[in-house]
Antibody, heavy 119, light 110 residues
Framework: QLQVVQSGAEVKKPGASVKVSCKTS????????LHWVRQAPGQGLEWLGR????????DYAQNFQGRVTLTRDTSISTAYMELSGLRSDDTAVYYC????????????WGQGTLVTVSS | QSALTQPPSASGSPGQSVTISCTGT?????????VSWYQQHPGKAPKVIIY???KRPSGVPDRFSGSKSGNTASLTVSGLQAEDEADYYC??????????FGTGTKVTVL
């Protein structure tokens, strides 16, 4: 069964870092790029970046360069998104999403992880 | 990379059609045929309904259709049904390996 299961909700203080995990199953982890997308409460979707699970190569949205790091552990078919220097406007649901092979659209979404930044 | 521009809202009665625009630039929407559209119901993850400008994944009703002209892509929902009430987002590949979402449109079925 195709699945992308993310870690649970987090509450962090301003200036801290958060690391969200994304465990995949039901398909070959190496074969599909994984992207991260976030959605602030009541707001739209925002692209953060992507990682090639096979090579570990990653690209980041300009707005998040230097603050977000994407990694993966192929032994457990899991990807990670770490965001540092948290601010209150980083409060959002963070999604891990799979890209359809050979295409540019998202075909499989994680359930989302709510990250709340509050003092 | 600026967000693609969508109207904040659109509405129609059951059975009518509604069209949502998604305006970008020649560096994203206009430069590539990699526009996709996502439907999001409250509290749920988005779901793809159109990819590569006008293709529908299996299982998506043919009431949903997509097109593009210049720097503007469009999503049309024909024969509106109550379950079509949701938020809709466009998404495009952009130059220098970037990606960009639209600002989102809330569709209301009157």
């Amino acid at each position: 069964q195709l699945q992308v299961v993310q870690s649970g909700a987090e509450v962090k203080k301003p200036g801290a870092s958060v690391k969200v995990s994304c465990k995949t199953s039901g398909y070959s982890f190496h074969t599909f790029w994984l992207h991260w997308v976030r959605q602030a409460p009541g707001q739209g979707l925002e692209w953060l970046g992507r990682i090639n699970p096979n090579s570990g190569d990653s690209d980041y949205a300009q707005n998040f360069q230097g603050r977000v790091t994407l990694t993966r552990d192929t032994s457990i078919s899991t990807a990670y998104m770490e965001l540092s220097g948290l601010r209150s406007d980083d409060t959002a649901v963070y999604y891990c999403v799979r890209v359809a092979k050979g295409y540019f659209y998202f075909d499989l979404w994680g359930q989302g992880t709510l990250v709340t930044v509050s003092s | 990379q600026s967000a693609l521009t969508q109207p904040p809202s659109a509405s129609g009665s059951p059975g009518q059609s509604v069209t949502i625009s998604c305006t970008g630039t020649s560096s994203d929407v206009g430069g590539y045929d990699y526009v996709s559209w996502y439907q999001q119901h409250p509290g749920k993850a988005p779901k793809v309904i159109i990819y590569d400008v006008s293709k529908r994944p299996s299982g998506v009703p043919d009431r949903f259709s997509g097109s593009k002209s210049g720097n503007t892509a469009s999503l049309t929902v024909s024969g509106l049904q109550a379950e079509d009430e949701a938020d809709y987002y466009c998404y495009s590949y952009a130059a220098n390996n970037n990606r960009v979402f639209g600002t989102g449109t809330k569709v209301t079925v009157l």
